[in-house]
């Protein structure tokens, strides 16, 4: 398994165009979750999800951020409109329910940059 | 509400000398934590979690309720310990928010 693929791997883009980054989880994994992750606050959970359906969605800053599942091998989280408070980067995870449940492993992780 | 609290931004070492990585949390519940690690230029992914009560790479890590503590300790460093480590806390028995901290950059010197 190549593990869990997220894309594009570096993403710049002006203030207000929409950004969509991608992520396709572990085959066999039934929760997939969004992290971003900044100097200054760290990892912070943005939204998961457990067989496709959103659990908690908390952690989404506004509006301007949206995330969906749908299917099990594919998820993608949009910013629209982007702002410059936005650089970070973004990780997806996934886990396999049980007792390895909190056994994240995550992708290689979405730059994005919001000039 | 979770919360898990690393106190120190960059903790700065010695080859050969002991590490310790605080970590401190809150929950009204009954925690599992972990640390995960992120080495440069590879992906997040765990380092060890307190119910399994292991050493990893000599590291070790025991939750203290008393203290609400989780700190992680090797005795002697290693400059290819030096990383990004994230202590992290979630409901136990449960999928549920895994809540990271702020995360500490340990710089292991030669």
């Known amino acids: 398994d190549a593990g869990v693929i997220q894309s594009p791997r570096h993403e710049v883009t002006e203030m207000g165009q929409e950004v969509t980054l991608r992520c396709k989880p572990i085959?066999?994994?039934?929760?997939l979750f969004w992290y971003r992750q900044t100097m200054m606050r760290g990892l912070e959970l943005l939204i998961y999800f457990n067989n496709n359906v959103p659990i908690d969605d908390s952690g989404m800053p506004e509006d301007r951020f949206s995330a969906k599942m749908p299917n099990a091998s594919f998820s993608t989280l949009k910013i629209q409109p982007s702002e410059p408070r936005d650089s970070a980067v973004y990780f997806c995870a996934s886990s396999l329910s049980g007792t390895g449940a909190n056994v994240l492993t995550f992708g290689a992780g979405s730059r994005l940059t919001v000039l | 509400a979770q919360r898990v609290t690393q106190p120190e931004k960059l903790l700065s070492v010695f080859k050969g000398a002991p590490v310790e990585l605080k970590c401190n949390y809150s929950y009204s519940g009954s925690p599992e934590l972990f640390w995960y690690v992120q080495y440069s230029r590879q992906r997040l992914q765990l380092l060890l979690r307190h119910i399994s009560r292991e050493s990893i790479k000599g590291f070790t890590a025991d939750l203290n309720k008393g203290e609400t503590s989780f700190h992680l300790k090797k005795p002697f460093a290693q400059e290819e310990d030096s990383a990004m480590y994230y202590c992290?806390?979630?409901?136990?028995?449960?999928?549920?928010?895994?809540?990271f901290g702020t995360g500490t950059l340990l710089a292991v010197q030669p």
């Open positions: 085959s066999g994994h039934d929760y």
């Open positions: 992290a806390l979630s409901r136990r028995g449960a999928t549920n928010k895994l809540i």
